[in-house]
Protein backbone atom coordinates (compact mmCIF):
# COMPACT_ATOMS: atom_id res chain seq x y z
CA UNK A 1 0.00 0.00 0.00
CA UNK A 2 1.23 3.57 -0.99
CA UNK A 3 0.97 6.82 1.55
CA UNK A 4 1.29 10.33 0.18
CA UNK A 5 1.87 12.47 3.51
CA UNK A 6 1.39 15.91 2.73
CA UNK A 7 4.01 17.74 5.03
CA UNK A 8 7.47 17.22 6.54
CA UNK A 9 6.40 17.98 10.23
CA UNK A 10 7.24 15.90 13.18
CA UNK A 11 3.89 14.62 12.79
CA UNK A 12 4.03 13.13 9.19
CA UNK A 13 7.49 11.97 10.19
CA UNK A 14 5.77 9.71 12.69
CA UNK A 15 3.03 8.99 10.21
CA UNK A 16 5.64 7.74 7.73
CA UNK A 17 7.69 5.78 10.29
CA UNK A 18 4.84 3.98 11.88
CA UNK A 19 3.64 2.93 8.48
CA UNK A 20 6.97 1.94 7.40
CA UNK A 21 7.31 -0.66 10.39
CA UNK A 22 4.17 -2.26 8.95
CA UNK A 23 5.85 -2.34 6.01
CA UNK A 24 3.97 0.33 3.56
CA UNK A 25 5.45 2.58 1.33
CA UNK A 26 5.33 6.22 2.93
CA UNK A 27 6.12 9.53 0.38
CA UNK A 28 6.09 13.01 1.98
CA UNK A 29 6.07 15.97 0.31
CA UNK A 30 6.98 18.54 2.13
CA UNK A 31 7.31 22.31 0.89
CA UNK A 32 10.26 23.48 2.30
CA UNK A 33 12.48 21.10 4.29
CA UNK A 34 12.11 18.28 6.71
CA UNK A 35 11.63 20.06 10.04
CA UNK A 36 11.74 23.88 8.74
CA UNK A 37 8.73 25.23 10.43
CA UNK A 38 7.51 24.36 14.31
CA UNK A 39 9.01 20.91 14.30
CA UNK A 40 12.23 21.95 14.02
CA UNK A 41 11.97 25.15 16.40
CA UNK A 42 10.03 24.58 19.17
CA UNK A 43 10.77 23.37 22.83
CA UNK A 44 10.66 19.93 22.02
CA UNK A 45 9.25 19.50 25.96
CA UNK A 46 7.53 16.14 27.18
CA UNK A 47 5.42 15.61 29.69
CA UNK A 48 3.95 12.15 30.64
CA UNK A 49 0.92 13.60 33.20
CA UNK A 50 0.77 17.65 32.00
CA UNK A 51 -2.73 16.31 29.98
CA UNK A 52 -4.33 13.79 32.38
CA UNK A 53 -7.89 15.14 33.10
CA UNK A 54 -7.86 15.93 29.19
CA UNK A 55 -8.57 14.23 26.11
CA UNK A 56 -5.18 14.07 25.25
CA UNK A 57 -4.14 12.18 28.37
CA UNK A 58 -3.89 8.82 26.73
CA UNK A 59 -1.96 10.24 23.57
CA UNK A 60 0.05 12.26 25.78
CA UNK A 61 1.04 9.25 27.76
CA UNK A 62 1.49 6.51 25.07
CA UNK A 63 3.62 9.41 23.43
CA UNK A 64 5.97 9.65 26.44
CA UNK A 65 6.60 6.00 26.35
CA UNK A 66 6.97 5.70 22.69
CA UNK A 67 9.63 8.66 22.92
CA UNK A 68 11.95 6.86 25.23
CA UNK A 69 11.90 3.97 23.16
CA UNK A 70 12.66 6.00 19.78
CA UNK A 71 15.58 7.73 21.92
CA UNK A 72 17.28 4.27 21.36
CA UNK A 73 16.84 4.51 18.11
CA UNK A 74 17.49 7.99 17.74
CA UNK A 75 20.91 9.09 19.01
CA UNK A 76 20.23 12.81 17.49
CA UNK A 77 17.34 13.41 18.93
CA UNK A 78 19.00 14.62 21.89
CA UNK A 79 16.29 13.13 24.38
CA UNK A 80 17.06 13.94 28.45
CA UNK A 81 15.12 13.79 30.95
CA UNK A 82 14.75 16.63 33.08
CA UNK A 83 13.55 18.34 36.40
CA UNK A 84 10.75 20.64 35.65
CA UNK A 85 10.42 23.65 37.73
CA UNK A 86 7.61 26.97 37.76
CA UNK A 87 8.46 30.73 39.16
CA UNK A 88 8.38 34.01 38.56
CA UNK A 89 10.36 37.56 38.68
CA UNK A 90 9.99 39.47 41.93
CA UNK A 91 13.09 38.26 44.19
CA UNK A 92 12.32 35.50 46.88
CA UNK A 93 13.94 32.48 48.29
CA UNK A 94 15.06 29.82 45.42
CA UNK A 95 14.84 25.82 46.12
CA UNK A 96 16.90 24.67 43.01
CA UNK A 97 18.22 25.91 40.10
CA UNK A 98 21.30 27.47 41.10
CA UNK A 99 22.27 28.99 37.69
CA UNK A 100 18.89 31.21 37.73
CA UNK A 101 19.46 34.77 38.72
CA UNK A 102 18.26 35.87 42.12
CA UNK A 103 15.75 38.18 40.56
CA UNK A 104 14.12 34.68 39.81
CA UNK A 105 11.79 32.38 42.42
CA UNK A 106 11.82 29.26 41.82
CA UNK A 107 8.68 27.96 44.04
CA UNK A 108 6.99 24.79 42.25
CA UNK A 109 8.50 21.54 41.16
CA UNK A 110 6.54 21.15 37.80
CA UNK A 111 8.36 17.87 37.34
CA UNK A 112 11.08 14.27 37.64
CA UNK A 113 13.56 13.11 35.68
CA UNK A 114 10.33 10.36 35.52
CA UNK A 115 7.55 12.89 34.23
CA UNK A 116 9.59 15.47 32.45
CA UNK A 117 12.27 15.14 29.25
CA UNK A 118 12.78 16.88 26.35
CA UNK A 119 14.36 16.17 22.67
CA UNK A 120 15.91 18.51 20.38
CA UNK A 121 13.00 18.43 17.66
CA UNK A 122 15.10 19.45 14.55
CA UNK A 123 17.43 16.22 15.18
CA UNK A 124 14.44 14.11 16.24
CA UNK A 125 12.30 14.81 13.32
CA UNK A 126 14.87 14.75 10.95
CA UNK A 127 16.39 11.75 12.79
CA UNK A 128 13.14 9.62 12.43
CA UNK A 129 12.48 10.80 8.91
CA UNK A 130 15.56 8.97 8.13
CA UNK A 131 14.86 5.80 9.83
CA UNK A 132 11.51 5.87 8.30
CA UNK A 133 13.65 6.28 4.87
CA UNK A 134 15.61 3.20 6.01
CA UNK A 135 12.45 1.16 5.99
CA UNK A 136 11.30 2.84 2.39
CA UNK A 137 10.20 5.81 2.95
CA UNK A 138 11.10 8.64 0.70
CA UNK A 139 10.69 12.59 0.39
CA UNK A 140 9.60 14.88 -2.32
CA UNK A 141 10.46 18.64 -2.10
CA UNK A 142 7.35 20.40 -3.93
CA UNK A 143 4.29 21.73 -2.79
CA UNK A 144 1.00 19.94 -3.04
CA UNK A 145 -1.09 21.79 -4.89
CA UNK A 146 -4.53 19.58 -5.28
CA UNK A 147 -5.31 16.11 -4.69
CA UNK A 148 -6.31 13.29 -7.42
CA UNK A 149 -9.68 11.55 -7.28
CA UNK A 150 -10.38 8.58 -8.85
CA UNK A 151 -13.59 6.02 -9.07
CA UNK A 152 -15.37 7.99 -6.23
CA UNK A 153 -11.83 8.46 -3.88
CA UNK A 154 -8.69 10.37 -3.10
CA UNK A 155 -5.92 8.42 -5.08
CA UNK A 156 -2.88 10.69 -5.33
CA UNK A 157 -2.29 14.06 -5.17
CA UNK A 158 -0.77 17.52 -7.43
CA UNK A 159 2.36 18.70 -6.18
CA UNK A 160 2.79 21.59 -8.60
CA UNK A 161 1.26 19.72 -11.85
CA UNK A 162 3.21 16.39 -11.60
CA UNK A 163 0.69 13.46 -10.31
CA UNK A 164 1.99 10.98 -7.50
CA UNK A 165 -0.52 8.47 -7.17
CA UNK A 166 -1.69 6.69 -3.89
CA UNK A 167 -3.69 4.13 -2.30
CA UNK A 168 -4.63 7.02 0.67
CA UNK A 169 -3.55 10.80 1.10
CA UNK A 170 -2.74 11.96 4.91
CA UNK A 171 -3.29 15.91 5.17
CA UNK A 172 0.16 16.88 7.85
CA UNK A 173 0.31 20.68 6.88
CA UNK A 174 0.45 21.67 10.10
CA UNK A 175 -1.39 25.11 10.06
CA UNK A 176 -1.11 24.92 6.20
CA UNK A 177 -3.48 22.43 6.62
CA UNK A 178 -6.44 25.10 6.61
CA UNK A 179 -5.15 25.42 2.95
CA UNK A 180 -6.38 21.78 2.12
CA UNK A 181 -10.07 22.89 3.23
CA UNK A 182 -9.95 23.70 -0.69
CA UNK A 183 -9.68 20.76 -1.46
CA UNK A 184 -11.64 18.31 1.29
CA UNK A 185 -14.14 19.62 4.00
CA UNK A 186 -11.78 19.84 6.82
CA UNK A 187 -12.49 22.41 9.89
CA UNK A 188 -10.88 25.31 10.34
CA UNK A 189 -6.51 25.42 11.66
CA UNK A 190 -5.39 28.62 12.76
CA UNK A 191 -1.82 29.38 13.46
CA UNK A 192 -0.44 30.71 16.79
CA UNK A 193 2.75 31.97 16.52
CA UNK A 194 5.84 31.83 18.72
CA UNK A 195 9.41 33.53 19.11
CA UNK A 196 12.64 31.57 20.43
CA UNK A 197 16.52 31.61 20.70
CA UNK A 198 19.36 29.24 21.21
CA UNK A 199 22.03 30.23 23.21
CA UNK A 200 25.51 28.87 23.35
CA UNK A 201 25.66 28.39 27.07
CA UNK A 202 28.13 25.45 27.37
CA UNK A 203 26.91 22.53 29.93
CA UNK A 204 24.34 23.23 31.67
CA UNK A 205 21.89 21.16 34.56
CA UNK A 206 18.88 18.92 33.30
CA UNK A 207 16.68 21.59 34.42
CA UNK A 208 13.64 23.18 32.64
CA UNK A 209 11.72 26.23 33.78
CA UNK A 210 7.99 27.58 32.83
CA UNK A 211 8.17 31.32 34.53
CA UNK A 212 5.90 34.34 34.34
CA UNK A 213 8.50 37.23 34.04
CA UNK A 214 7.08 40.75 34.58
CA UNK A 215 8.59 43.02 31.50
CA UNK A 216 9.05 46.76 31.17
CA UNK A 217 5.55 48.13 30.39
CA UNK A 218 3.94 46.57 33.32
CA UNK A 219 3.20 43.50 31.57
CA UNK A 220 3.95 39.46 32.00
CA UNK A 221 5.78 37.12 30.04
CA UNK A 222 5.68 33.38 30.20
CA UNK A 223 9.13 31.88 28.64
CA UNK A 224 9.88 28.66 28.89
CA UNK A 225 13.57 27.40 29.16
CA UNK A 226 15.23 24.14 28.09
CA UNK A 227 18.80 23.40 28.17
CA UNK A 228 19.58 20.88 26.11
CA UNK A 229 22.44 18.07 26.25
CA UNK A 230 24.47 19.74 23.64
CA UNK A 231 25.60 22.38 25.47
CA UNK A 232 22.89 24.69 24.11
CA UNK A 233 19.95 26.32 26.04
CA UNK A 234 16.39 27.05 24.36
CA UNK A 235 13.79 29.61 25.26
CA UNK A 236 10.89 30.43 23.61
CA UNK A 237 7.67 33.21 23.95
CA UNK A 238 5.98 36.15 23.16
CA UNK A 239 2.85 34.74 21.18
CA UNK A 240 1.31 36.75 18.88
CA UNK A 241 -1.40 36.52 16.67
CA UNK A 242 0.59 37.72 13.26
CA UNK A 243 -1.03 36.47 10.28
CA UNK A 244 -0.13 33.06 8.87
CA UNK A 245 1.84 33.77 5.18
CA UNK A 246 0.81 31.15 3.10
CA UNK A 247 4.47 30.28 2.39
CA UNK A 248 5.72 28.34 4.86
CA UNK A 249 9.63 29.89 4.04
CA UNK A 250 8.27 33.52 4.66
CA UNK A 251 7.58 32.87 8.45
CA UNK A 252 9.65 35.41 10.06
CA UNK A 253 9.72 36.80 13.83
CA UNK A 254 7.40 39.88 14.87
CA UNK A 255 9.50 43.26 14.34
CA UNK A 256 11.15 43.83 18.02
CA UNK A 257 10.24 40.45 19.39
CA UNK A 258 13.72 38.94 19.14
CA UNK A 259 15.15 41.83 21.10
CA UNK A 260 12.36 41.46 23.85
CA UNK A 261 12.96 38.04 23.93
CA UNK A 262 16.82 38.80 24.37
CA UNK A 263 15.95 41.24 27.52
CA UNK A 264 13.83 38.52 29.01
CA UNK A 265 16.01 35.93 28.64
CA UNK A 266 19.49 38.29 30.20
CA UNK A 267 16.76 38.65 33.47
CA UNK A 268 16.45 35.08 34.39
CA UNK A 269 19.81 33.68 34.00
CA UNK A 270 23.44 35.11 34.28
CA UNK A 271 24.53 32.63 31.27
CA UNK A 272 22.02 33.66 29.15
CA UNK A 273 22.75 37.11 29.44
CA UNK A 274 26.56 36.07 28.46
CA UNK A 275 26.20 33.45 25.85
CA UNK A 276 26.07 33.87 21.95
CA UNK A 277 22.73 33.57 20.18
CA UNK A 278 21.82 31.73 16.83
CA UNK A 279 19.49 34.19 15.22
CA UNK A 280 15.95 34.68 16.47
CA UNK A 281 13.12 32.57 14.63
CA UNK A 282 9.48 32.02 15.05
CA UNK A 283 7.16 29.28 14.39
CA UNK A 284 3.31 28.68 14.41
CA UNK A 285 1.81 25.96 16.15
CA UNK A 286 -1.75 24.22 14.08
CA UNK A 287 -4.23 25.39 16.95
CA UNK A 288 -8.08 23.75 15.94
CA UNK A 289 -11.47 25.46 17.29
CA UNK A 290 -11.44 23.21 20.76
CA UNK A 291 -8.06 22.80 21.43
CA UNK A 292 -7.63 18.75 20.46
CA UNK A 293 -5.87 17.63 17.27
CA UNK A 294 -7.32 16.63 13.98
CA UNK A 295 -6.53 12.80 13.74
CA UNK A 296 -8.38 10.20 11.49
CA UNK A 297 -10.32 9.45 8.45
CA UNK A 298 -12.03 12.81 6.57
CA UNK A 299 -15.81 12.33 6.52
CA UNK A 300 -17.17 11.39 3.44
CA UNK A 301 -14.05 11.25 1.56
CA UNK A 302 -12.33 7.71 1.23
CA UNK A 303 -8.84 7.63 0.75
CA UNK A 304 -8.81 10.93 2.39
CA UNK A 305 -6.95 11.10 6.13
CA UNK A 306 -5.83 14.38 8.83
CA UNK A 307 -3.25 14.61 11.61
CA UNK A 308 -3.08 17.92 12.46
CA UNK A 309 -3.79 20.45 15.08
CA UNK A 310 -1.41 19.24 18.02
CA UNK A 311 -0.95 22.90 19.21
CA UNK A 312 1.30 22.85 22.13
CA UNK A 313 2.02 19.50 22.37
CA UNK A 314 2.68 18.22 18.66
CA UNK A 315 6.43 17.09 19.70
CA UNK A 316 5.30 14.85 22.51
CA UNK A 317 1.81 13.57 21.21
CA UNK A 318 3.51 12.58 16.99
CA UNK A 319 4.25 9.58 18.10
CA UNK A 320 1.19 7.93 18.96
CA UNK A 321 -0.21 10.29 16.55
CA UNK A 322 1.92 8.34 13.48
CA UNK A 323 0.92 4.57 15.53
CA UNK A 324 -2.41 5.02 15.70
CA UNK A 325 -2.66 6.65 11.88
CA UNK A 326 -0.56 3.81 10.46
CA UNK A 327 -3.47 1.11 12.27
CA UNK A 328 -6.75 3.10 10.56
CA UNK A 329 -4.83 3.90 7.44
CA UNK A 330 -3.92 -0.16 6.79
CA UNK A 331 -6.17 -1.88 9.31
CA UNK A 332 -9.43 0.68 9.61
CA UNK A 333 -8.89 0.76 13.23
CA UNK A 334 -6.18 3.01 15.38
CA UNK A 335 -3.00 1.26 15.93
CA UNK A 336 -2.75 2.55 19.55
CA UNK A 337 -4.77 5.07 21.65
CA UNK A 338 -8.42 5.32 20.92
CA UNK A 339 -8.89 8.14 18.58
CA UNK A 340 -12.69 9.06 18.83
CA UNK A 341 -12.03 12.36 20.56
CA UNK A 342 -9.80 13.54 17.85
CA UNK A 343 -12.17 12.51 15.07
CA UNK A 344 -12.49 15.66 12.06
CA UNK A 345 -15.83 15.16 12.13
CA UNK A 346 -16.76 16.55 15.65
CA UNK A 347 -16.22 19.86 13.87
CA UNK A 348 -17.86 21.76 11.14
CA UNK A 349 -16.11 22.35 7.59
CA UNK A 350 -14.43 25.41 7.28
CA UNK A 351 -15.94 26.86 4.02
CA UNK A 352 -13.22 27.29 1.38
CA UNK A 353 -14.70 30.65 -0.03
CA UNK A 354 -13.63 32.13 3.02
CA UNK A 355 -10.04 31.08 2.44
CA UNK A 356 -9.50 34.05 -0.10
CA UNK A 357 -10.46 36.20 2.72
CA UNK A 358 -7.55 35.17 4.57
C1 LIG B 1 7.45 28.37 20.01
C2 LIG B 1 6.87 26.96 20.04
C3 LIG B 1 7.29 26.07 21.05
C4 LIG B 1 6.75 24.78 21.12
N1 LIG B 1 7.17 23.93 22.10
C5 LIG B 1 6.69 22.67 22.15
C6 LIG B 1 7.13 21.78 23.17
O1 LIG B 1 7.97 22.13 24.00
N2 LIG B 1 6.60 20.51 23.20
C7 LIG B 1 5.66 20.10 22.29
O2 LIG B 1 5.19 18.97 22.38
N3 LIG B 1 5.25 20.92 21.29
C8 LIG B 1 5.72 22.20 21.21
N4 LIG B 1 5.29 23.06 20.24
C9 LIG B 1 4.26 22.59 19.29
C10 LIG B 1 4.85 21.76 18.15
O3 LIG B 1 6.03 22.38 17.66
C11 LIG B 1 3.83 21.61 17.02
O4 LIG B 1 2.60 21.15 17.53
C12 LIG B 1 4.33 20.63 15.97
O5 LIG B 1 5.62 20.97 15.53
C13 LIG B 1 3.37 20.55 14.79
O6 LIG B 1 3.93 19.63 13.88
P1 LIG B 1 3.26 19.40 12.45
O7 LIG B 1 4.02 18.31 11.79
O8 LIG B 1 1.79 19.24 12.63
O9 LIG B 1 3.42 20.80 11.69
P2 LIG B 1 4.69 21.62 11.13
O10 LIG B 1 5.90 21.42 11.93
O11 LIG B 1 4.18 23.02 10.96
O12 LIG B 1 4.93 20.97 9.70
C14 LIG B 1 4.04 21.16 8.64
C15 LIG B 1 4.85 21.06 7.36
O13 LIG B 1 3.95 21.14 6.23
C16 LIG B 1 4.67 21.78 5.19
N5 LIG B 1 3.71 22.26 4.20
C17 LIG B 1 2.87 23.32 4.32
N6 LIG B 1 2.14 23.45 3.20
C18 LIG B 1 2.52 22.45 2.37
C19 LIG B 1 2.13 22.04 1.06
N7 LIG B 1 1.14 22.68 0.39
N8 LIG B 1 2.74 20.96 0.49
C20 LIG B 1 3.71 20.28 1.17
N9 LIG B 1 4.11 20.63 2.41
C21 LIG B 1 3.52 21.69 3.01
C22 LIG B 1 5.44 22.89 5.90
O14 LIG B 1 6.54 23.31 5.10
C23 LIG B 1 5.86 22.19 7.19
O15 LIG B 1 7.17 21.67 7.10
C24 LIG B 1 5.80 24.36 20.15
C25 LIG B 1 5.41 25.24 19.12
C26 LIG B 1 5.94 26.52 19.07
C27 LIG B 1 5.50 27.44 17.96
Redesign the pocket.
Known amino acids: MRVVI????????AIAWYLGLRGAEAIV??????????????????ALDWCDGSRLAALARRSFALHAELAALLPGAGYWRMTTFGGFSGGGRRKAGGWVADGIALDRQLGSPETTA?ID?YGF?TGLMAAAGARGARVVI????GLLHRDGRVAGVD?EGTTIEADAVVI??????I??SAWLPLPVVHG?????LVYETGPMPPEALFLEIGTTGGGTASP?V?PRPDGTTYI??L?SDTALPVD??AVVPDEGAIDRLRAIAASIAPALAEAPARGGQ?????VTADGLPLIGAVPGVAGAYV????????????PATGEAMAGLILDGVSGGVDLAPFAPGRLPAFDPARLALI
Request: aromatic share 8%; charged share 10%; glycine share 20%.
Open positions: CGGGVVGAVERTGIANAASGKSGGFLQPTGTVTVAMGPWSLALKGHSEFCGSPAACYRPATGHSVWGMLTA
